[in-house]
Structure formats: C-alpha cells, structure tokens
C-alpha cells in the first residue's frame, strides 16, 4: 500500500540549520497561497511538504471517481484576477487530476516551487522565549528556525485505518483512498473489497464496481448522498461568470459556507408536505452540497424538521434500488441529515443494483478480522485480490498532533490539547506565540468552501505579520482569556444545532479515544470573517504583542 509514515520518519543526517522569517508546514491549496502573500511582504518564506509534488490534498487523493464537492468556478483562487480568467475549468464538479493540474500550474505561474522542498516532513516544531524563534527538525535530518511558523497541514490530511486486527496477515492488494498510488491502479477482473461509505467510498464504489468481477461494499453507517448532476460547462455560463466574478467572490465571503445560496427563512414544520416536497425536490435537482440543507431554517436544529428532509432522501433511495431490503440497509437512520458530511454521488444507489455488487451491514454483523485472503465478520468469510480502505482521517487535529510541536516550556500542543482542541479563532494557541494553524480546529474550515475559508485565513494571517513587522514586534502570542471564550463560543453555537447527536469525524468520533468535541466553527462564514476583521480593527485584541526587548521577561 502507497502509506506513508505519519510523522516519524528516520532522522538521517545532521545539517546546518537554514533560518527563515517564516517557514509554512504543507503545499496545499493554503501553504501556496500563504508563501505568495509572504513573499509579496518581503519575508524571506519556505514551504515544507512531505509529497513529492505541491497540491495537499489533491495530490493524495488519487482514488478513482474523485472529484471536489464544490463547483469548479468556486473552488478556486480568488486573489489573482488574471489567474481567474486565464485557467479554464471543463466540469461543473473539478477532478482530482484537474484540480492537481490547476495547483501545479499556480505553483509555476506565480514562482512558487523555487521556495518549496519537497520530499520532506516536519517533525517537531520547538520554540525559544529568549529568540522569539522556533526550530523545525525534519525526517531528512534538515534543521531550519524560523520566527513565524504556520500550519498549512489540512483539515483531512492524515489518513485512518479501519482498527481491524490481522491487516498484516492479508496478502492481497492494499489501497487507502487517501494514500492512492500515482500509477493507474484498475481492478479488472478482480474480487474487490471495500471499507468505507463516506464521501471516498461513495464517489469510487461505483467506479470499482464497474471495472471488478465482484465487489462486496462493507458499510457500517449508510451515508446520506445526492447527486451530483456533473455535467461539462458551457462556454456560455463560464464567459457569464468570469464576466461578474468579483461580485461573486464577495458574495462567498459573506455567505455562511463559502457557497453564495439563499438564506432560508421559513421553518419546514410550518409548511404542508406538499410544499416541503416540491421545495426538497428543486433543491435534489440542482444538484449541490447546500440547497437540500438550507432549505428552512430548522432542518439543522429540529430534529423533526430535519426528519422531514431525511426522509426525503430515504425515499430516493428506495425509487432508485431495486431489492428492498438493500435499499433499507442504504438508508441512513441513525445521525440527523447532514450532521455527518453529506455526499455528492454520480450513480451510486444504482450501482447495488449490479449483480456483481455485494454490500454488507456491519451493524448486523460486524467485521472481526483480516484473514490471509480477506477479511471474516461475524457471519461469513470473504476472499479478495484487493481491498480498498475508505475508511478517512484523523480530522483537524491529526496531522499537528503528527508533529512534536513544543512551546518555550518545553509543553507539547497535543499535551494542552488532550481535551479537545483549543484555539482562538482556529488560527492561533495561547503559549505558542508565532504559531498559526490555516483553517484550524474552531473555524469554519470543513463546514465551508475550503478555498474560502483558506484565503480569509492566510490573508488575515498575512496581516498579523505585516502589523507586528510595521509596529515593531517580536512575537504575537494568544491570551489564554481569548482563547477561553472562543472555545466557549464555538461549542455553545455548535450545541444549538443537531451536530452533537452523529458519531463524525466532526466529532472526533472516528478516531477511538480522540475527545468528544465539534471540532469546526459553525457561526458561517461571514460571521467569522467579521469577528476576524473587528479583531485585526482593534489592534489584535486577544493577542499580547512583544517587541524585542521584552522577550526575556516571558
Ligand atoms: O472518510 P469518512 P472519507 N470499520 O470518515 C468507515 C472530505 N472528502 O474519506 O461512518 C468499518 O467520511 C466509516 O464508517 P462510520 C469530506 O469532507 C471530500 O470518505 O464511521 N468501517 C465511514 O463509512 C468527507 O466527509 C470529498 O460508521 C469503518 C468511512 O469508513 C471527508 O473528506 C471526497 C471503519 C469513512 O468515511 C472524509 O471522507 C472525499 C471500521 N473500523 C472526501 N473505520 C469531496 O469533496 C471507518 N469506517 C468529493
């Protein structure tokens, strides 16, 4: 299987440290975009990324059928004009190898790849009090300081196994969606194995089954999925939306999830079924991760208003599968709609409606082990030639806590962070001055257009450094005041809504013995952006500032 260590890589060599004003941990869609913004304020800025290419998330997830949930002309940079109109997009719904094209092209055009090592992963971060500097060791025995440190290391980055015991019994082929090979990897012919119904499972099920002589689909939580209605863009509706695309922009920043949609503002319960159908069933057709959702207002905080919705869907699902009864096993019951990310699909009910596609409910009966040529539930054994692991990630905190990140007392974040994550504003962490995390735990991150919420993050960032540099300090540090009522905040916002009720990975529920806690901001995007702007207004409320000389005194 093409998986790589989570962070503990051997140390091979011993180097001279490099020194950096800021050195941004990740090559994705957030760490380009945050070393073109630093370099434009003159810092001497470089990328660490543990790939052998740039594009984070876009260059692991190589499974088939993947495909972003955001409409292309969407998801993308919004900071270079030029860039906009010169990069043509040709599907409603980006591949991954598009998407891959579009992020080595951003790296090139704006001359990024200069100041990027590749090939390299962070694995501790220690910062000194007297310096103001933190010291980054890595798996290839490279050493480099820096005064800023920034985290562009994804939300979904650290990719999970199933705890199955025996996997290393099995001898067939391995793939996790997450770590797929760049090679082409086919399953003709094959009896294939499929762990996972999240939106992974769901985009590559029907892919895998159209190309395997069997495919058994091992579900333990049937997933709520709509479809995607991806289709190519007409020349006319991009020319259109190129043509106003500054107004669009502004329109994501100050929409509640990055997507411009309108708000609702009548109540589900208060409509007759009629009404709520025809509403839910324009909402199926556009075809998009919002519309069903925002329908009315309570469908996330009633749980009979979001009944109705999931029942909606439910009845999808039974038009769309012929046997009953694996349409029944299809339908999701246990988690309110939309409390674990919903899913985009294209053709994914009907693919159990193939006579080579087997699907298996572990609530009935539960996997127990891998076997030297499948796996064994409770009920039966299984042989495969491959078995795909869809199986996620270790979300928001999995991928800093793969980094021995230390502050001035030698106190680890994943020490402070044992009870759940604690930010201010999801960009920052009292005790570990210089320390930004793009689109950390407590914002609005994975509740939202990503690209959105990543160029708020670096741009705000951006600023913070600019105001130290202009004004004259050293190092900015969170006070443990702010950071005390913005995790208050964030979990007071998120316990009025029906989050809290699934097991998620937004809460922490997938990773066994990760704390319960909802780990994103679920204020909107706009709202968040507000509070950001009126804290950069106020001269960094929350933040102590220090100017050299008063390092020592910490
Ligand atoms: O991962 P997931 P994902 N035994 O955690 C199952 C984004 N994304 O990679 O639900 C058996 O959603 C697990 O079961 P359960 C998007 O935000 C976006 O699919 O925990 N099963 C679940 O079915 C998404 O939400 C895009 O009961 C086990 C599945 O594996 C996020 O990434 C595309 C198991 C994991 O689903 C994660 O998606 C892809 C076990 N031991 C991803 N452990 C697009 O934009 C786990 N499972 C299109």
Same mark, same amino acid.
């Given at each position: 299987?093409?998986?790589?260590?989570?962070?503990?890589?051997?140390? @091979?060599?011993?180097?001279?440290?490099?020194?950096?004003?800021?050195?941004?941990?990740?090559?994705?869609?957030?760490?380009?975009?945050?070393?073109?913004?630093?370099?434009?304020?003159?810092?001497?800025?470089?990328?660490?990324?543990?790939?052998?290419?740039?594009?984070?998330?876009?260059?692991?997830?190589?499974?088939?059928?993947?495909?972003?949930?955001?409409?292309?002309?969407?998801?993308?940079?919004?900071?270079?004009?030029?860039?906009?109109?010169?990069?043509?997009?040709?599907?409603?719904?980006?591949?991954?190898?598009?998407?891959?094209?579009?992020?080595?092209?951003?790296?090139?055009?704006?001359?990024? @790849?200069?100041?990027?090592?590749?090939?390299?992963?962070?694995?501790?971060?220690?910062?000194?009090?007297?310096?103001?500097?933190? @010291?980054?060791?890595?798996?290839?025995?490279?050493?480099?300081?820096?005064?800023?440190?920034?985290?562009?290391?994804?939300?979904?980055?650290?990719?999970?196994?199933?705890?199955?015991?025996?996997?290393?019994?099995?001898?067939?082929?391995?793939?996790?969606?997450?770590?797929?090979?760049?090679?082409?990897?086919?399953?003709?012919?094959?009896?294939?194995?499929?762990?996972?119904?999240?939106?992974?499972?769901?985009?590559?099920?029907?892919?895998?089954?159209?190309?395997?002589?069997?495919?058994?689909?091992?579900?333990?939580?049937?997933?709520?999925?709509?479809?995607?209605?991806?289709?190519?863009?007409?020349?006319?509706?991009?020319?259109?939306?190129?043509?106003?695309?500054?107004?669009?922009?502004?329109?994501?920043?100050?929409?509640?999830?990055?997507?411009?949609?309108?708000?609702?503002?009548?109540?589900?319960?208060?409509?007759?079924?009629?009404?709520?159908?025809?509403?839910?069933?324009?909402?199926?057709?556009?075809?998009?991760?919002?519309?069903?959702?925002?329908?009315?207002?309570?469908?996330?905080?009633?749980?009979?208003?979001?009944?109705?919705?999931?029942?909606?869907?439910?009845?999808?699902?039974?038009?769309?599968?012929?046997?009953?009864?694996?349409?029944?096993?299809?339908?999701?019951?246990?988690?309110?709609?939309?409390?674990?990310?919903?899913?985009?699909?294209?053709?994914?009910?009907?693919?159990?409606?193939?006579?080579?596609?087997?699907?298996?409910?572990?609530?009935?009966?539960?996997?127990?082990?891998?076997?030297?040529?499948?796996?064994?539930?409770?009920?039966?054994?299984?042989?495969?030639?491959?078995?795909?692991?869809?199986?996620?990630?270790?979300?928001? @905190?999995?991928?800093?806590?793969?980094?021995?990140?230390?502050?001035?007392?030698?106190?680890?974040?994943?020490?402070?962070?044992?009870?759940?994550?604690?930010?201010?504003?999801?960009?920052?962490?009292?005790?570990?001055?210089?320390?930004?995390?793009?689109?950390?735990?407590?914002?609005?991150?994975?509740?939202?257009?990503?690209?959105?919420?990543?160029?708020?993050?670096?741009?705000?960032?951006?600023?913070?450094?600019?105001?130290?540099?202009?004004?004259?300090?050293?190092?900015?540090?969170?006070?443990?005041?702010?950071?005390?009522?913005?995790?208050?905040?964030?979990?007071?916002?998120?316990?009025?809504?029906?989050?809290?009720?699934?097991?998620?990975?937004?809460?922490?529920?997938?990773?066994?013995?990760?704390?319960?806690?909802?780990?994103?901001?679920?204020?909107?995007?706009?709202?968040?952006?507000?509070?950001?702007?009126?804290?950069?207004?106020?001269?960094?409320?929350?933040?102590?500032?220090?100017?050299?000389?008063?390092?020592?005194?910490?």
């Amino acid at each position: 299987m093409s998986q790589v260590p989570d962070g503990d890589g051997p140390v @091979t060599e011993n180097r001279a440290a490099e020194n950096y004003d800021a050195v941004i941990v990740g090559a994705g869609l957030a760490g380009l975009y945050q070393l073109y913004l630093l370099r434009q304020l003159g810092l001497h800025a470089r990328i660490i990324e543990a790939a052998d290419g740039v594009g984070g998330t876009w260059f692991w997830n190589r499974y088939p059928g993947a495909r972003c949930d955001v409409q292309s002309m969407s998801y993308s940079y919004s900071f270079s004009p030029e860039l906009e109109q010169e990069w043509e997009w040709t599907e409603k719904y980006p591949t991954q190898p598009e998407i891959l094209r579009y992020l080595n092209h951003v790296a090139e055009r704006f001359d990024l @790849t200069r100041d990027i090592t590749l090939s390299t992963r962070v694995v501790s971060a220690q910062y000194d009090d007297a310096t103001a500097r933190w @010291t980054l060791r890595t798996d290839t025995g490279s050493t480099m300081t820096a005064q800023f440190v920034i985290m562009a290391t994804g939300c979904l980055s650290a990719s999970k196994l199933p705890e199955i015991p025996g996997l290393e019994r099995y001898r067939g082929r391995k793939h996790h969606t997450a770590r797929w090979g760049k090679e082409e990897i086919r399953f003709d012919g094959l009896r294939v194995g499929v762990i996972g119904t999240g939106s992974s499972g769901i985009q590559s099920i029907p892919i895998i089954a159209e190309q395997a002589a069997d495919l058994t689909v091992f579900q333990r939580t049937p997933n709520f999925s709509m479809p995607a209605g991806n289709r190519p863009l007409e020349p006319g509706e991009v020319a259109e939306l190129k043509a106003s695309y500054r107004g669009w922009r502004e329109a994501q920043r100050t929409s509640r999830a990055g997507i411009p949609a309108p708000e609702a503002t009548e109540f589900a319960l208060a409509a007759s079924p009629g009404e709520r159908a025809a509403r839910y069933q324009a909402a199926w057709e556009k075809g998009d991760l919002v519309s069903l959702g925002g329908c009315y207002v309570d469908i996330l905080i009633d749980p009979a208003a979001n009944e109705t919705a999931a029942e909606f869907i439910r009845s999808k699902i039974r038009a769309v599968v012929h046997d009953p009864e694996t349409a029944e096993t299809l339908s999701p019951r246990t988690f309110p709609f939309g409390t674990k990310r919903p899913c985009l699909d294209t053709g994914y009910y009907a693919t159990f409606n193939r006579p080579n596609v087997h699907l298996v409910d572990l609530r009935m009966t539960p996997l127990i082990e891998f076997t030297e040529s499948g796996l064994r539930t409770s009920a039966a054994e299984y042989e495969f030639d491959a078995v795909v692991f869809a199986t996620g990630f270790d979300a928001m @905190t999995g991928a800093l806590a793969a980094i021995d990140i230390r502050n001035g007392n030698g106190l680890s974040l994943s020490s402070v962070w044992t009870a759940g994550p604690r930010t201010y504003l999801g960009v920052a962490m009292a005790g570990f001055p210089n320390l930004f995390t793009i689109t950390g735990p407590g914002s609005p991150s994975v509740l939202s257009n990503m690209v959105v919420s990543i160029e708020q993050h670096v741009e705000w960032i951006s600023d913070l450094i600019a105001y130290l540099r202009e004004h004259g300090y050293a190092a900015a540090e969170v006070t443990a005041e702010a950071e005390e009522s913005w995790v208050t905040h964030v979990a007071e916002v998120g316990s009025l809504t029906l989050f809290p009720r699934a097991n998620s990975w937004y809460m922490g529920a997938n990773v066994p013995g990760k704390p319960r806690v909802f780990l994103p901001y679920i204020g909107g995007v706009g709202a968040f952006r507000q509070k950001c702007e009126e804290v950069a207004a106020s001269g960094y409320e929350g933040f102590t500032l220090r100017r050299a000389g008063e390092l020592a005194a910490v």
